[in-house]
Every structure is written in structure tokens, then in C-alpha cells.
């Protein structure tokens, strides 16, 4: 008799916690889908990315996560700020650029932030986010704090000075921190394939001493394992990790994004590797709920998103006199 796959996780979850990890992924694609809806139709304004098709890189690792564990995010960064436990409701309202926003509508797709989730933002700028979590990783080891820093980045993000140095430092401080790239193929229309030379981005690792790890991204078992592996080895001053996710993005870099650059018959084989259904399958194989259970959950998620909608659209409009509080220049 074949091993059902939730036995190989290594983190014990009650029944609740996973029917709960498998609605986050809903809430994030229906999310990201409510969000590229308004963007089309001209709703919302300005830019996003997307991250349909990634939904298991940043539940899977944030379920593993202790409260007082900070994260730092990316341009394509609505999964992770969900993952960590942001309201939906704050979120879409922050895109519609309502006062109730993250940010009071003021930072829009690329800037929200949740400190006391433990979230410290996302960031706009390629890289920008991985000095952040290496200072975050800092302040945790030098108030013996107790808490690890995962830091979010793209493959493109690895081809930044940023990447180099600070990795260089946490390696040279020991800082517990846990680098996750999220290899979704394409930095902006360029594959990773000519970006790099070396198969496996997590090799670079080696050049800093110390560990790098690459998996399936769209696995949720293995994601979930991986990340706690790190966090565990950083939580116990043993230092930095490098995950590297390979995963991919169903849309486009950004709204923009026509997708000229690769085939619909590539993502149509990277659709077949759906992380929900996948982790549906194992969850239903291993009775922590039924198919019917799951459509349940599945409406759920879908009627959460739908009411961040009708919030964000309920909530005001700054005024003139907001348009410079909290602004800095």
C-alpha cells in the first residue's frame, strides 16, 4: 500500500490548520484574479504583479512560521502578505486607494506592509527587500530576539548587487535568516535560462558557505518541509539558508504583459501542475476532508474576497488634507 504524501510532512498540523493553509492558497489566487479584473477594467489604477500559479512558495512557507517571525516581501507580493495573515479587506482597499488601506491608500499594490503581522513590506524595487531582511535578521541577533527573517525575491532579484552582499554578510554574521527565491522561469520576458549560467540558482549558495536547497515550488509537502528545515537550522544560530522554488507565473510580469515571449502550450503544462489541486489530491487521500469539503472551502475563499471588494469600495476616499500626512521628502 503506497504512503499518502502528508506523511512525509514534518510538521504536525491539525486537520483545522490544513483545510486552513488550503483556503489561504484560494484566498490568494481569487485574490490575484479580483485584482487583475479591476485592473483590466480600469478599477484600480497604476501597476501589479501577479503571482497566480505560486500560491504553495508563500503559504507553505509562512505556515511554518512562529507570530513573531517577520517576512519581507516583493513587487509580485500579494500571496506572501496573505500568507502571513494580512486582511484581504486592508489589502483591496489599499489597491482602490481608500483610506482603510495598508498603507491609507497611498502605497498601492507594491508597498503593503503589516508590522505587526510580522510582515515588513513589499517593495517595488528588484532586490530591494533582501538588505531589509538581512537588517531584520540583524536586530533579531543583536537583541537576541529569537525570531528568523524570511526574505521573498524572483530570479531576476539574484542577478542584483543587492543579493550578492547581503547574503556575503549574513554568511559572514551567522544572521538567521532564510533566503526563498521564487524561480517562476521569467525575470520580466527574459527566461532564466539565459540569465544564468549554472542550473540551479540555490548553487550560489556554496559561494557564501553556506546551504542552498532547490525544490518544487508548486509542492506544498515539500515547501513546507524545506522552509521549516531553514528556519529551524537559523532559529538555532546555525545561520543562513538559500531555497530556491522552482514555480511559475500563470500571468503576465505585470498587467502590461502581453506574454510574447512563451508559448500558451508552456503554460498550459505548467497549469497541469496547479499547486491547489495538487495539494487538494493530497489532502483528500489522506481524509483530512471530503471533495465536497473542499468546493465548501473553496466558495468560502471565493465570497472573502468578494466582500474585501465591497469594503474597499465602501470605504473613503483620501481627502485633500490626507494626500500629505505621512508622506516624506
Known sequence: MSKNRLEDLQVEFSHDKLK????????IRFFEEKVDEFFAKGMIHGTTHLCVGQEASAVGSCAVLQEEDKITSTHRGHGHCIAKGAEVDRMMAELFGRTTGYCKGKGGSMHIADVDKGNLGANGIVGGGIP????????????????VTVCYFGDGATNEGSFHEALNLAAVWNLPVVFICENNQYGMSGPVKDMVKIENISERAKSYG???VTIDGNDMIEVMNATNEAVERARSDQGPTLIEMKTYRWKGHSKSDARLY?????ENDWKEKDPIKRFKDVLIEANVFSEEDAEAIKQAAKQDIENSVTFAQNSPMPTEDDLLTDVYA
Open 132 to 147: 531589509l531582511a538581512v537588517g531584520s535578521a540583524l536586530t533579531s541577533y543583536m537583541k537576541k530576539l529569537n525570531y
Open 210 to 212: 553556506f546551504p542552498g
Open 20 to 27: 486552513e493553509l488550503y483556503k489561504t492558497m484560494w484566498d
Open 262 to 266: 512563451r508559448t500558451r502550450e508552456e
